[in-house]
């Protein structure tokens, strides 16, 4: 018999087990990175220059698996969807996102890293990582500094727990096929992309 | 010829490595109903160190004091925390067990090593204050929230890449 997600949620299990979970999924998941060539900024940032679009690979299709999955779940009666709308789906708030995702990506392509896999280049050595991390800190820290300036922009455009099936107005499924389309487009860009090569090519 | 391109090489069929990471990622969601992370892990952590040196003003900073609201747990003894050790855990044996511990600078071949961490300290910074505006990043925000098809993290995810590809040009001697 298996039960019905989010376990956590349920209270299946208790904070002291939660953190057990965090620490197995963050291993799995540093692993994982590490195996698809996350721990080096050249593989990370080859994309922006269409040598080598394994980042774009990686990323839409664990998207892709883990909407789908969710789907299935959901058909199958082993997870409830309704609770991640209602309590855990990660709120919008569109002007801040929009401005910050612009910084990311500022400091992704210059930077060489995203959190996540600047943690995995430590784990691999590179200095370059480790120097990153800290940059982010101190950019942190900058945030928190000057937070009487820009909190209010902050938290502005509140839209709540939104998702694009309800901005749209169709099914989850449908958006979820959607999904699996777009990343079958882009991975045939991807290729057309490597082949175009703008830049410098990578001899592999 | 290929020796200059050793890092790209050994690794994972990306779309092997894409799966594997959306089922760790659909695991997590069914254990836990929310996805993984990494920002908000390096946040705590910038809060706790600036913590040491001036306890008072980051408990009453409008951006850190939700990290040290009364009767709350050490900012660290949290899931992400956690997770994100993991994340460091992961990659070690990731690493080791490939026999790919090689201590370096990730560059492009005519890039100086002084442009190279200069940049990566810029780009930390700037990408920094983008993870709190953003409240996330490619983990938590593009991967768990696109994955969950929330409106804010596609938002997020369109303006990172869009950004990254129309900046890159500007940034090509370091990659180069």
């Given at each position: 018999?298996v039960?019905?997600?989010?376990?956590?949620?349920?209270?299946?299990?208790?904070f002291q087990?939660?953190?057990?979970?965090?620490?197995?999924?963050?291993?799995?998941?540093?692993?994982?990175?590490?195996r698809?060539?996350?721990?080096?900024?050249?593989n990370?940032?080859?994309?922006?220059?269409?040598r080598?679009?394994?980042?774009?690979?990686?990323?839409?299709?664990?998207m892709a698996?883990?909407a789908?999955?969710i789907?299935?779940?959901?058909?199958?009666g082993?997870?409830?969807?309704?609770?991640?709308?209602?309590?855990?789906?990660?709120?919008?708030?569109?002007?801040?996102?929009?401005?910050?995702?612009?910084?990311?990506g500022l400091?992704?392509v210059?930077?060489?890293?995203?959190?996540?896999?600047?943690?995995?280049g430590?784990?691999?050595?590179?200095?370059?990582?480790?120097?990153?991390?800290?940059?982010?800190?101190t950019?942190?820290?900058?945030?928190?500094?000057?937070?009487?300036?820009?909190?209010?922009?902050?938290?502005?455009?509140?839209l709540?727990?939104?998702?694009?099936?309800?901005v749209?107005?169709?099914?989850?499924e449908?958006?979820?096929a959607?999904?699996?389309?777009?990343?079958?487009?882009?991975f045939?860009?991807?290729?057309?992309?490597?082949?175009?090569?703008?830049?410098?090519?990578?001899?592999? | 010829?290929?020796?200059?391109?050793?890092?790209?090489?050994?690794?994972?069929?990306p779309?092997?490595?894409?799966?594997?990471?959306?089922?760790?990622?659909?695991?997590?969601?069914?254990?836990?109903?929310a996805?993984?992370?990494a920002s908000g892990?390096?946040?705590?952590?910038?809060?706790?160190?600036?913590?040491?040196?001036?306890?008072?003003?980051?408990?009453?900073?409008?951006?850190f004091?939700?990290?040290?609201?009364?009767?709350?747990?050490?900012?660290?003894?949290?899931?992400?925390?956690?997770?994100?050790?993991?994340v460091?855990l992961?990659?070690?044996?990731?690493?080791?067990?490939?026999?790919?511990?090689?201590p370096g600078?990730?560059?492009?071949?005519?890039?100086s090593?002084?442009?190279?961490?200069?940049l990566a300290f810029?780009?930390?910074?700037?990408?920094?204050?983008?993870?709190?505006?953003?409240?996330?990043?490619?983990?938590?925000?593009?991967?768990?929230?696109?994955?969950?098809l929330?409106?804010?993290?596609?938002?997020?995810?369109m303006?990172?890449?869009?950004?990254?590809?129309?900046?890159?040009?500007?940034?090509?001697?370091?990659?180069?």
């Amino acid at each position: 018999m298996v039960m019905t997600g989010p376990l956590y949620m349920q209270g299946v299990f208790g904070f002291q087990a939660s953190l057990l979970v965090a620490l197995v999924v963050g291993i799995l998941f540093g692993f994982i990175l590490e195996r698809a060539g996350f721990g080096d900024a050249r593989n990370l940032t080859n994309i922006f220059y269409f040598r080598d679009m394994r980042v774009l690979r990686v990323m839409f299709s664990a998207m892709a698996t883990t909407a789908v999955g969710i789907v299935v779940l959901k058909w199958l009666g082993l997870f409830d969807y309704s609770m991640l709308l209602d309590y855990s789906l990660l709120q919008t708030y569109l002007w801040p996102q929009l401005v910050g995702g612009v910084l990311f990506g500022l400091g992704f392509v210059i930077g060489g890293y995203c959190p996540g896999t600047a943690v995995v280049g430590v784990a691999s050595g590179k200095l370059d990582s480790a120097v990153f991390l800290g940059g982010m800190i101190t950019g942190i820290w900058v945030f928190a500094a000057g937070f009487p300036l820009w909190g209010s922009f902050y938290k502005s455009s509140d839209l709540g727990r939104i998702t694009l099936p309800q901005v749209l107005g169709v099914p989850m499924e449908l958006v979820t096929a959607a999904v699996v389309v777009m990343a079958l487009a882009a991975f045939w860009l991807a290729g057309l992309g490597e082949k175009w090569a703008p830049y410098e090519k990578l001899e592999k | 010829m290929t020796r200059e391109f050793d890092y790209a090489q050994g690794f994972w069929n990306p779309y092997v490595a894409g799966i594997a990471l959306g089922l760790v990622l659909l695991l997590t969601f069914y254990l836990m109903g929310a996805g993984l992370g990494a920002s908000g892990a390096i946040a705590r952590s910038a809060a706790v160190i600036a913590h040491g040196v001036a306890p008072q003003a980051v408990e009453n900073n409008g951006y850190f004091s939700e990290f040290y609201k009364t009767g709350a747990k050490f900012p660290l003894v949290n899931w992400i925390v956690l997770e994100v050790v993991g994340v460091f855990l992961g990659g070690v044996v990731a690493v080791l067990t490939a026999r790919r511990f090689r201590p370096g600078i990730g560059k492009g071949p005519n890039a100086s090593t002084g442009l190279r961490l200069t940049l990566a300290f810029l780009g930390g910074i700037v990408g920094g204050i983008g993870t709190r505006l953003a409240m996330g990043c490619t983990s938590g925000q593009a991967l768990s929230g696109g994955a969950t098809l929330v409106v804010g993290s596609w938002v997020f995810m369109m303006a990172v890449f869009a950004t990254a590809f129309a900046a890159a040009y500007f940034v090509r001697r370091e990659w180069s």
